[in-house]
């Protein structure tokens, strides 16, 4: 394999890997080589991959975590170390997403808009805490956080969640600044409506079965897949001098 994108040894968070797209990362990067660390809330499912990645002679451990608590993300860190003794990569992956209620933005219960923020924003930056002594003390290292496409055309409905993911657009830049000197890279995506296994169980049959693909330039449904090279390449050499950017993957629904 040509240097650019191999990802041979390279020790890789991604949290939520146990469902979704995060499973999809989990196994294509382990294919190519990478240690592969999948953390989820869920950590039978977590467990369940990184065993099934083993069994085809990949390299992988699987932990639970709840981004949301520190402590947790701490002890995701040390696990990885423990088992692989360093951390070359996060994808920061996990977010409340496919299992929040699509509704007006007047119907929200403030309890859900706080819990929404202290996963997908407070838990991006306890993970990133948690990973940034190793990358920082290897003078080296890959994050890539996981935005949404909803970012840019407002779509409605998850007004928590647009708002976070609009976040994290920001905290990509300022903490990309905060850490270039260490080499570290902080890029972003911003991925479409994804038929993720998790999105398609949670979606309306009927809207699945019927959608048009018309202000796509490409006209088809988006699939996990179609993510898993930009984020093995924001995790590959490759990019080592690409940061603070956030590369919007929808099939050209929205130009960035
Ligand atoms: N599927 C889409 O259409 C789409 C579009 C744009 C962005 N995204 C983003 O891509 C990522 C993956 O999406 P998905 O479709 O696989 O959705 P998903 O809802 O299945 O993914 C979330 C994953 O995170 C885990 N998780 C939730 N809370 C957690 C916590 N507190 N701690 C640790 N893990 C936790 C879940 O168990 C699950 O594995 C998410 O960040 C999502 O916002 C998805």
Known sequence: MGKHFDLTDRVIIITGGGKGI??????????????????????ESAEAVAAAIRQSGGQALGVRVDIADADSCDAMAAATLDAFGTITGLVNNAALMSTLPRRSWFEIPVE????VMDVNLRGLFQCCRAVYPT????????????????IWDGSPNRLHYTTSKA?????????????GSDNITVNAVTPGFTL???????????????????????????????LVGAVMF?????????SGQTLNIDGGRTMH
């Open 22 to 43: 995060g499973r999809v990362y989990a196994e294509e990067m382990a294919s190519l080589g990478a240690k592969v660390v999948t953390a989820d809330i869920d950590g």
């Open 112 to 115: 859900e808009w706080d819990k």
């Open 135 to 150: 990358m920082r003390d290897a003078n080296y290292g890959k994050i890539v956080n996981i935005s949404s496409s909803r």
């Open 167 to 179: 976040g994290v657009f920001g905290f990509t830049r300022a903490l990309a600044s905060e850490v």
């Open 196 to 226: 993720s296994d998790t999105q398609i169980q949670n979606s309306d049959p009927q809207y699945l079965a019927t959608r048009k693909f018309d202000d796509q330039l490409i006209k088809r449904a988006q699939v996990p897949d179609d």
């Open 234 to 242: 924001f995790m590959s050499g490759s990019s080592d001098f690409i």
